[in-house]
């Protein structure tokens, strides 16, 4: 295993992954109603936006495998 060459200075560093806080975080506020439903109104506008893009995009992706059409000439005889 790799050792440190240099001492460490203060010892709290040391010991610092064997500490435990007794201090218990405040509980998570609950999201407002009007909150939830608007994040999902945008989750929703953003993803008709990704679908319409993809329905109006994908024909112009497409190669094009109809035969290409030729001008003919009217110059054919007679009259």
């Known amino acids: ?3 440190r ?3 460490v200075p203060f010892a709290f ?3 610092a992954d064997r500490f ?3 201090v218990t975080p405040p509980p998570k506020r609950r ?3 009007s909150q939830l439903m608007g994040r999902t109104l945008l989750g929703l506008t953003i993803a008709a936006g ?3 893009s993809l329905l109006f995009g ?3 992706l497409e190669t ?3 035969p290409a059409h030729t001008q003919q000439s009217e110059a054919s005889g007679g009259r």
Request: a positive charge; glycine letters at 4%; charged letters at 20%.
């Open 31 to 33: 999201t407002a109603t």
């Open 20 to 22: 435990r806080s007794n």
């Open 5 to 7: 060459r240099e001492a």
């Open 58 to 60: 994908l024909p112009s």
């Open 1 to 3: 295993m790799f050792r």
């Open 50 to 52: 990704f679908a319409g």
């Open 64 to 66: 094009n495998q109809a």
């Open 13 to 15: 560093v040391a010991e």
